[in-house]
């Protein structure tokens, strides 16, 4: 038994005293928020980090979800996957857009791309997949199926900071690309998020959206949002980003760990990362299937019994709360795959500070050694 609790992953904070510059400089400047110093520095680093052309910062995803629709008048129907976080499907509701759930592929648990094409209608306009788990979706096929059919393509990319495929980043796909900063996530700034984009044309106008749709003191061209990230999260942004590399170096040495001690086991599936990728290690997921002795509720269970407390990522669909249940695309019927992974999931704790010897208890725990 062990006596603390271990969660399914603890947020990633830099040394507080290199944080007490910082402040003092915001002190200082009085400046606060609205684009300020630290604001325009971590755009540039982040730029240069991921290898991506333009970035413009949130207060959180979410935000940044709902103002990249927005930014490329994105209307009537829009392909999505119901295995994700609320917020991906959410961000289409708030604009007023139908979506239309696709089911995934049963083995990279993305949106899965031979589907797509049957779920196009008239009033598609655009496909919002979502790289789960930091695992790249197949962005060449996604893009192929997009351009055949004049469609906007929008990647929830909250999980991917810092995935790289073939072709660099991963996030250089689509038209836009969204990034979560949330406390829970790889990368943090307590809250926040960002929109990644490909032309300064294209990030005016996400800028004039984050900030009520402002040009200048006194023209306001659209009804916009207050999406601004602050001073304060931008600065803790610029130190966060001075520990991301050793923090994902720590988290790949967890997920192997957890590779070689679970694979053997009969009935548990390790999620596996996309082929010729570099990924960020930012979940553990295993799909317990019927062949291991326990269900996978009996297994979460016993896992919070011993004090680990993993989560059921991503159960229920998003397909099955109220909101999006009445859909024709939410039947059960239509996301077999989906349906599935839901009721056989279960993400691991993964962090940066997790004991090597907690991540083999867990492994033994699993391995059915400990009851
Ligand atoms: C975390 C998350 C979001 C929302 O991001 P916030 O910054 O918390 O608003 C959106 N989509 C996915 C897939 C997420 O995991």
Same mark, same amino acid.
Not at 64 to 93: D, K, M
Not at 218 to 226: E, H, Q
């Given at each position: 038994?062990?006596?603390?609790?271990?969660?399914?992953?603890?947020?990633?904070?830099?040394?507080?005293?290199?944080?007490?510059?910082?402040?003092?400089?915001?002190?200082?400047?009085?400046?606060?928020?609205?684009?300020?110093?630290?604001?325009?520095?971590?755009?540039?680093?982040?730029?240069?980090?991921?290898?991506?052309?333009?970035?413009?910062?949130?207060?959180?995803?979410?935000?940044?979800?709902?103002?990249?629709?927005?930014?490329?008048?994105?209307?009537?129907?829009?392909?999505?996957?119901?295995?994700?976080?609320?917020?991906?499907?959410?961000?289409?509701?708030?604009?007023?857009?139908?979506?239309?759930?696709?089911?995934?592929?049963?083995?990279?648990?993305?949106?899965?791309? /031979?589907?797509?094409?049957?779920?196009?209608?008239?009033?598609?306009?655009?496909?919002?997949?979502?790289?789960?788990?930091?695992?790249?979706?197949?962005?060449?096929?996604?893009?192929?199926?997009?351009?055949?059919?004049?469609?906007?393509?929008?990647?929830?990319?909250?999980?991917?900071?810092?995935?790289?495929?073939?072709?660099?980043?991963?996030?250089?796909?689509?038209?836009?690309?969204?990034?979560?900063?949330?406390?829970?996530?790889?990368?943090?700034?307590?809250?926040?998020?960002?929109?990644?984009?490909?032309?300064?044309?294209?990030?005016?106008?996400?800028?004039?959206?984050?900030?009520?749709?402002?040009?200048?003191?006194?023209?306001?061209?659209?009804?916009?949002?207050?999406?601004?990230?602050?001073?304060?999260?931008?600065?803790?942004?610029?130190?966060?980003?001075? !520990?991301? /590399?050793?923090?994902?170096?720590?988290?790949?040495?967890?997920?192997?760990?957890?590779?070689? !001690?679970?694979?053997?086991?009969?009935?548990?599936?390790?999620?596996?990362?996309?082929?010729?990728?570099?990924?960020?290690?930012?979940?553990?997921?295993?799909?317990?299937?019927?062949?291991?002795?326990?269900?996978?509720?009996?297994?979460?269970?016993?896992?919070?019994?011993?004090?680990?407390?993993?989560?059921?990522?991503?159960?229920?669909?998003?397909?099955?709360?109220?909101?999006?249940? !009445?859909?024709?695309?939410?039947?059960?019927?239509?996301?077999?795959?989906?349906?599935?992974?839901?009721?056989?999931?279960?993400?691991?704790?993964?962090?940066?500070?997790?004991?090597?010897?907690?991540?083999?208890?867990?492994?033994?725990?699993?391995?059915?050694?400990?009851?």
């Amino acid at each position: 038994m062990t006596e603390n609790r271990i969660y399914v992953t603890q947020p990633h904070l830099p040394p507080l005293e290199e944080f007490i510059p910082y402040l003092e400089q915001i002190w200082s400047s009085k400046v606060l928020t609205n684009c300020g110093p630290f604001h325009q520095q971590f755009e540039q680093a982040l730029c240069e980090y991921l290898g991506v052309k333009h970035i413009s910062l949130f207060t959180n995803g979410t935000i940044a979800l709902v103002t990249a629709l927005q930014t490329l008048r994105i209307s009537g129907e829009v392909i999505t996957t119901p295995y994700s976080f609320v917020a991906t499907a959410h961000s289409l509701l708030w604009n007023s857009i139908k979506p239309v759930f696709v089911d995934i592929d049963p083995v990279t648990l993305n949106l899965d791309p /031979d589907r797509i094409e049957a779920a196009i209608t008239p009033r598609t306009t655009a496909i919002m997949p979502v790289h789960c788990y930091g695992h790249a979706c197949d962005v060449e096929r996604i893009q192929k199926i997009a351009d055949n059919y004049g469609l906007k393509v929008i990647y929830d990319a909250a999980h991917a900071f810092g995935v790289q495929c073939q072709h660099g980043s991963v996030l250089r796909y689509g038209d836009l690309s969204v990034l979560s900063f949330h406390a829970t996530k790889v990368f943090n700034t307590f809250e926040g998020g960002a929109i990644v984009c490909p032309d300064a044309k294209t990030k005016k106008r996400i800028d004039q959206l984050k900030n009520f749709g402002f040009v200048n003191d006194t023209t306001v061209i659209a009804p916009g949002i207050n999406g601004k990230m602050s001073e304060i999260n931008a600065a803790l942004g610029l130190l966060q980003l001075k !520990g991301i /590399d050793a923090a994902i170096q720590k988290r790949g040495v967890i997920d192997q760990t957890y590779r070689d !001690g679970l694979t053997p086991i009969k009935g548990i599936r390790c999620v596996p990362d996309a082929a010729e990728t570099v990924g960020n290690y930012a979940y553990f997921p295993i799909q317990v299937g019927p062949e291991y002795p326990m269900t996978r509720d009996g297994l979460f269970q016993k896992l919070h019994d011993h004090g680990i407390i993993a989560r059921r990522y991503f159960h229920p669909l998003i397909s099955e709360f109220p909101m999006y249940r !009445g859909l024709p695309s939410s039947a059960a019927a239509n996301l077999p795959a989906a349906s599935k992974v839901a009721r056989e999931v279960i993400c691991l704790p993964i962090y940066p500070n997790l004991p090597p010897e907690q991540v083999e208890f867990i492994v033994s725990l699993i391995a059915n050694q400990i009851t």
